[in-house]
Structure formats: structure tokens, C-alpha cells
């Protein structure tokens, strides 16, 4: 998945070469870790990984492909929180392989499953047949990636919250 994916697009194959180039071959064979431990190392190897991941990350939060470049500077909270971001994917961000519940489990719950229709990390495909299969409350949002702050995804988290307060 990590590899495959970015391939697809231009901007994904020269945002997973930004991330990619500076590793050495033993690296490239656990690049997440590889960047996780330059971010723990010296202030410059830090800043320079913080730059390349927040790059390819930033390449597939919209609707489609972005540009990609090293960006600006990052901040002390880049660091952090790229160091989280990248100590989940690490970890399999936590997540089972499959589904955690049944859709009938979930469908009993106050709940929404939101997520954003052009999403080219976690393509909404899945998503999509898992919440059809339960009856599951399911918000397709056009023209949304996989970015938590696109301003239609915050309205529609906002909205959902706000309908199941009062629920």
C-alpha cells in the first residue's frame, strides 16, 4: 500500500521519491522507521525529515494529487506532530486488519461515518460497501481528501456531533 499508491499519480511518484531519495537501501526497507529515527537524531536531520514527510503527506490530504515541495521550515509542532503521525504508521495506526464490529453493532449507536469521497489514502470504496452492509449512517463528502481540516469535512464532523448531542 505504502508504495503502491503514491505510483498512481505524478505528483505521487515525485513526492515518494522526496521521501524516499535521501534513505539508503537498508532504510528504504522500513522507511516509516527510518524517518521516525532521524526525527530522534540531530536538529538537522530532524528538520530535513519533518520536510520530507510532512511533503508526502501534504501530496495526498486533498482531492486530488498536489504539487509537491520541501516546504517551509517546520515548527516545533511539525516535529511533534509528524513524530506521532509517523510513530502510529509505524504501528499500523492501531488499527485492525479488518473491521473492528459488525455494521449491526455500529448501527445500533448513535453514529456518522464520514469520509471524503476523493480520499487517495483511504479510498472510500471499503468504506462505502462496510457501512451498505449495516444500514450505517455514511457521509460521502464530494470533493474531500483525506485532510480532517477541509473545511466541508469539519462541517460535516460538526454537524454529526451536533445532530447525535441531541439524540
Known sequence: M???????????????DLFLDPLDVVERRAPIAAWFARLSDCEKQAMEAAKRVGALEAAFHGPEPSAVG???????ADLARIKVYLWYWMNSFYLPRQWPAEPKKIAALPHSIIHGKNDLICPIGDTRDYCESGDLNFVELNGVGHNAFAPLMVAAVRKAVSHHSKT
Do not use: T
Not at 505504502?2 to 515518494?16: D, I, T, V
Not at 520541501?70 to 516545533?76: A, K, L, N
Open 2 to 16: 505504502f508504495h503502491e499508491r503514491p505510483k498512481r499519480f505524478k505528483a505521487g511518484r515525485h513526492a515518494l
Open 70 to 76: 520541501r516546504g517551509p521550515i517546520p515548527q516545533e
